[in-house]
């Protein structure tokens, strides 16, 4: 019985980590935006990369949320993104891409300091 149990909780599991990189869910808090990797319908006019991430720190306020991701793109050329309240998803999902090694897409804006600020991160 606790073997068809664990079973179960594995199958169930699997299907929510499948489920994670859908196009079905948002992760804006208190908003209805499109899902994971719709940073082009958002933000058509912003500059975009596409690399692998090296590191993502969690906000100390809200730690799904990121405050700072590195990633290094196809090139070689690290980048280094900061966020306000929102990335997209959140820092467990980013988790999930580093350790697997899959890519994701930052959609930014270049901040008055100079440092570049993360508007949308997708799959």
Known sequence: MATLVA????????????????????????????????????????????????????QTDNPRYFSRLLITDDAGQSWEFRSEDWGGVSVGHLKDHQIQGTPVTVWYEKGADGSLLARFVGD
Not at 15 to 21: E, R, T, V
Request: some cysteine.
């Open 7 to 58: 079973a179960g909780l594995l199958g169930v599991i699997m299907l929510a980590a499948l489920a994670g990189c859908g196009t079905g869910g948002a992760d804006t808090p208190g908003a209805s935006t499109p899902g994971h990797g719709d940073g082009d319908a958002l933000y058509p006019k912003l500059p975009k990369v596409t690399g692998h991430i090296d590191l993502v720190e969690a």
